[in-house]
């Protein structure tokens, strides 16, 4: 069954997500999407088919909407999307004993900045980690276009995204690694570079941790069969 849910933001924007359950359980997992992406990439799509089967509620949000109330992605940063997850999680923590946090890519930041104290573990995808750079080098894919008060971000695609989210980008390094306080399971993809920044610092988690490296995945876990031990992989750790 799949039921839409409208949460409110604590800014007066509206969060809109789906909620799918097959069998009456405790266990929700709320799936946090990276930059750019919606609840209907196939990973958060077909999560929604997998995971219920298995004795897990799912709820997947978009942090950005052309509905009523719905923020625009230009408007959004790292703190918007942290401080919406913390809506989302605060919504369902009454209607559920167990929540997981799963995020991908830039998703993985708003999860690790996030309000853990309800949350039982946390699955990272590919989760964005940054080197730390005082000239923000990394940051040259973006373009500052001054008539729109926004950045250019250079991509597959190219969008329009807030001065804030550069600014917070750049300082999501391993210094953010001390925020995390429950379980985490990282599951990186071979063929792009987050699994090295995350292998120089794993020491720095303080907390039971899980590393491993899908081989031919790329960031978006598009590989045939790449997606089935994403999906088998987290879900070992999260019936642990």
């Not at 109330?69 to 913390?86: A, E, M, V, Y």
């Not at 039982?120 to 040259?140: C, H, M, Q, R, S």
Request: charged share 30%.
């Amino acid at each position: 069954m799949e039921t839409e849910y409208i949460i409110p933001s604590t800014d007066e924007h509206l969060l809109y997500g789906l909620l799918n359950s097959q069998k009456e359980t405790n266990k929700l997992i709320i799936f946090v999407n990276g930059l750019g992406a919606t609840k209907e990439l196939h990973t958060g799509f077909n999560s929604a088919r997998y995971f219920p089967k298995k004795g897990f509620d799912t709820f997947r949000f978009d942090f950005f909407s052309n509905k009523e109330k719905g923020r625009l992605l230009s408007d959004c940063s790292i703190t918007t999307f942290t401080q919406d997850l913390n809506s989302v999680s605060s919504f369902f923590e009454k209607k559920y004993e167990n929540i997981f946090l799963i995020g991908a890519s830039l998703g993985g930041c708003a999860v690790i900045n996030s309000n853990q104290k309800n949350i039982e573990k946390i699955v990272l995808w590919d989760g964005a980690l940054f080197p730390k750079d005082k000239n923000n080098t990394y940051n040259k894919k973006f373009t500052w276009i001054e008539s729109l008060n926004k950045y250019l971000m250079r991509g597959s695609i190219e969008y329009l995204v807030s001065k804030e989210l550069v600014d917070e980008r750049s300082k999501q390094n391993e210094d953010i690694i001390s925020k995390i306080k429950k379980p985490i399971k990282l599951i990186m993809a071979e063929k792009f570079h987050q699994k090295d920044r995350w292998k120089k610092h794993l020491s720095l988690i303080k907390v039971p941790s899980e590393f491993i490296i899908i081989e031919n995945a790329s960031h978006g876990f598009d590989e045939e069969g790449v997606e089935e031990q994403l999906f088998e992989e987290t879900l070992k750790f999260l019936n642990k």
